[in-house]
């Protein structure tokens, strides 16, 4: 995005008052995540932040029990997912939520679809690959948590960690690095 001329700046700060109102707000009509963001922050003042975040995990619940028929359909309803989680971050700025988030949709999908990930094969490969990538994201992000969230993350993070290294994704889990076990 370039920068705005210092002529242009100047000329913008002696606009009327609202004329300036005008053109800011639609500015802002142009971007929703903004959009969004300041409902989040003016309107709701932030007393929301906890409805927003059991609306994904009701999405999470929904979306993993469509009784997908192969692991290629589960990353793309995990990677959808991941999309809300992201755009919740970035509207809330809860990046505490977002761990938490993370982690219950990476367990709520194994628990539901675990039988078409239990072994690596051709069919599970890119599945397998993607599910370690955001073990290793969750992990990275924890980390830059508060240590005390660091125990209330940690039974849910072992859960993730044994189903991770013990069906597909295990080949990929070694090959990042990722534990075996979430030690506080």
């Known amino acids: 995005m370039p920068a705005l001329d210092p002529d242009l700046k100047k000329a913008i700060i002696r606009?009327?008052?609202?004329?300036?109102?005008?053109?800011?707000l639609r500015l802002i009509a142009k971007d929703t995540i903004l959009t969004?963001?300041?409902?989040?922050?003016?309107?709701?003042?932030?007393?929301?932040?906890?409805?927003?975040?059991?609306?994904?995990?009701?999405f999470i619940d929904r979306t993993a029990n469509l009784h997908q028929d192969s692991a290629g359909w589960v990353m793309m309803d995990m990677r959808t997912v991941s999309g809300y989680i992201s755009r919740h971050l970035k509207v809330t700025k809860d990046k505490y939520g977002e761990v938490e988030l993370m982690l219950y949709m990476l367990n709520t999908f194994y628990d539901h679809n675990a039988h078409l990930l239990q072994k690596y094969?051709?069919?599970?490969?890119?599945?397998?690959?993607?599910?370690?990538?955001?073990?290793?994201q969750v992990l990275k992000?924890?980390?830059?948590?508060?240590?005390?969230?660091?125990?209330e993350f940690a039974d849910e993070i072992n859960?993730?960690?044994?189903?991770?290294?013990?069906?597909?994704?295990?080949?990929y889990a070694r090959q990042l690095g990722l534990p075996n076990e979430w030690v506080v």
């Open 15 to 24: 606009m009327p008052g609202v004329e300036k109102d005008k053109l800011l």
């Open 36 to 58: 969004e963001r300041l409902q989040f922050e003016l309107v709701e003042h932030s007393d929301t932040l906890e409805e927003r975040r059991d609306l994904i995990r009701q």
């Open 121 to 136: 094969n051709s069919r599970t490969d890119k599945a397998a690959e993607y599910i370690a990538k955001r073990a290793e």
């Open 141 to 151: 992000k924890v980390s830059k948590l508060d240590a005390d969230y660091h125990i």
């Open 159 to 171: 859960k993730m960690l044994g189903w991770i290294h013990y069906t597909a994704p295990a080949h």
